[in-house]
């Protein structure tokens, strides 16, 4: 008995960018708090190369995290509720 790849009665649709983000963020705050333990653990980078790919690694992870936060605060029912409570304050 072959057990089937995806449901029958399952989404067709792609699953939105938003939906998942939230997860992609978690990630790179891993990657970030990894980091200083990986370097405890492997050494100060011998050469040039890891010393490029170690800062590059984590300078993506940081610019990532921080970005998805943004993407993630903006899709959030809290940025909708402050911008709705701001509307309200600016009207005579």
């Known amino acids: 008995m072959a057990i089937p790849q995806r449901p ?28 200083p333990i990986l370097y405890l653990v492997n050494g100060p980078p011998v050469t040039s190369d890891q010393a490029v790919f170690q800062i590059s690694l984590v300078t993506l992870a940081v610019v ?9 605060l903006r899709n959030s029912k809290r940025w909708e509720e402050l911008f709705a409570k701001l509307a309200e304050k600016g009207k005579p």
Do not use: K, M
């Open 8 to 35: 029958a009665d399952g989404p067709e649709e792609p699953i939105p960018f938003w939906q998942f983000a939230p997860a992609i963020e978690f990630l790179c705050w891993v990657v970030v708090s990894l980091a």
């Open 64 to 72: 990532g995290a921080v970005a998805l936060r943004v993407v993630n």
